[in-house]
Antibody, heavy 121, light 108 residues
Framework: EVQLLESGGGLVQPGGSLRLSCAASGFTFSSHAMNWVRQAPGKGLECVSAINAAGSGTYYADSVKGRFTISRDNSKHMMFLQMNSLRAEDTAVYYC??????????????WGQGSLVTVSS | EIVLTQSPGTLSLSPGERATLSCRASQSVSSTYLAWYQQKFGQAPRLLIYGASSRATGIPDRFSGSGSGTDFTLTISRLEPEDFAVYYCHQYGSSPRTFGQGTKVEIK
């Protein structure tokens, strides 16, 4: 059974940092792209960042470019999102999502339960 | 950026009826990289359709996807009580990857 478990969310002040983690199990982690998708309260979905299976290619939405860094550790079946210079508009539930394919151009076939990030003073 | 516009915003139907949801792209979606997701309140989205018409694992055959280029459709042939939810289309062939704003299917 595929499982994705996010952790690391919480309340942070504007300008602060957080690191989200996603622990994966139940599939060959090193064969699939991984993604972070966020959803602001009461809003739609936004693709924030993606990383290909090997970890050699990454994607960032313009809204987070230069502030967020995605990474993965295939030996530990883990993915990370380092979020710096956080803004109020980054407040959202952040979902870890497994790609159907190895490349970043993929749909997302399994999702975690989400981790809430709240940026507020 | 490819903008995805979903219509209608809300669809009010009864169980057993057919639902037809539309997703129109501002530019052609390359290689049919178009997916549909279902999201229920308080839950993560669930993949229904990818590649415009391929059903994801475990998705009932009452869900079907069609279309190409700029016009795509999700059809639910006979609504079951568990199908009332919000549906999003998603293009993943071009950067930035984008989602539509969602169509809510509610019980009439």
């Amino acid at each position: 059974e595929v499982q994705l478990l996010e952790s690391g969310g919480g309340l942070v002040q504007p300008g602060g940092s957080l690191r989200l983690s996603c622990a994966a199990s139940g599939f060959t982690f090193s064969s699939h792209a991984m993604n972070w998708v966020r959803q602001a309260p009461g809003k739609g979905l936004e693709c924030v960042s993606a990383i290909n299976a090997a970890g050699s290619g990454t994607y960032y939405a313009d809204s987070v470019k230069g502030r967020f860094t995605i990474s993965r550790d295939n030996s530990k079946h883990m993915m990370f999102l380092q979020m710096n210079s956080l803004r109020a508009e980054d407040t959202a539930v952040y979902y870890c999502a497994k790609g159907v394919e190895t490349s970043g151009y993929t749909a997302f076939d399994y999702w975690g339960q989400g981790s809430l990030v709240t940026v507020s003073s | 950026e490819i903008v995805l516009t979903q219509s209608p915003g809300t669809l009010s139907l009864s169980p057993g009826e057919r639902a037809t949801l539309s997703c129109r792209a501002s530019q052609s979606v390359s290689s049919t990289y178009l997916a549909w997701y279902q999201q229920k309140f308080g839950q993560a989205p669930r993949l229904l359709i990818y590649g415009a018409s391929s059903r994801a694992t475990g998705i009932p055959d009452r869900f079907s996807g069609s279309g190409s280029g700029t016009d795509f459709t999700l059809t639910i042939s006979r609504l079951e009580p568990e199908d009332f939810a919000v549906y999003y289309c998603h293009q993943y062939g071009s950067s930035p990857r984008t989602f539509g704003q969602g169509t809510k299917v509610e019980i009439k």
